[in-house]
């Protein structure tokens, strides 16, 4: 009889020793992955409350479409300082076209952060929304949805739809 408290002791010390080593190991494997995956981290993207669903969708399939040598715009973008004939046009296209009809100011261009002029005027979408005064994307409107995506650290690429009819 004294033989199976021990048996029984030690069996529940195996368990209890290998539980310790599976959660450190389960620890240690979290910490590690991470650890390593912060320096992967996916685009930053932020959006108004006022979202249009249906507008940010397009937006973000807009910046996933490949051009002819199989890049994202998304990529091209991070490399170049303004829209090119190709996502250009397909902005307009999408946005202007589609969007223009809900809302009477559309607008989709490059913001770096810099205070002076920090919209990039490009010939498909003008200079900067006309509701914006004084050229500063971010300014008080009272109706207007805006979506953005940080290219890198100096720039981000804007979606801004005002006024809606």
């Given amino acids: 009889m004294s033989n199976n408290k021990k048996a029984q002791i030690g069996e529940t010390m195996t368990w209890v020793v290998a539980t310790l080593v599976i959660i450190t190991i389960l620890a240690v494997s979290i910490f590690i992955s991470t650890a390593f995956l912060n320096k992967y981290k996916r ?4 959006y108004s409350q006022a ?3 249906l507008g940010s969708e397009s937006f973000y399939s807009y910046l996933l479409t490949n051009n002819q040598e199989g890049n994202s715009i998304y990529e091209q973008l991070k490399t170049e300082d303004n829209l090119n004939d190709f996502n250009g046009n397909l902005g307009v296209s999408i946005f202007k076209n589609f969007y223009g009809k809900e809302y009477n100011d559309v607008w989709l261009g490059i913001i770096f952060s810099r205070t002076l002029l920090p919209a990039k005027s490009n010939a498909f979408f003008d200079n900067h929304p006309s509701s914006i005064k004084g050229g500063d994307i971010y300014g008080r409107v009272s109706d207007y949805v805006l979506d953005n995506v940080i290219l890198n650290e100096d720039k981000t690429i804007n979606l801004y739809l ?3 009819n």
């Fill in 43 to 46: 685009p930053s993207s932020s």
């Fill in 162 to 164: 005002g006024d809606k």
């Fill in 51 to 53: 979202a249009d669903i």
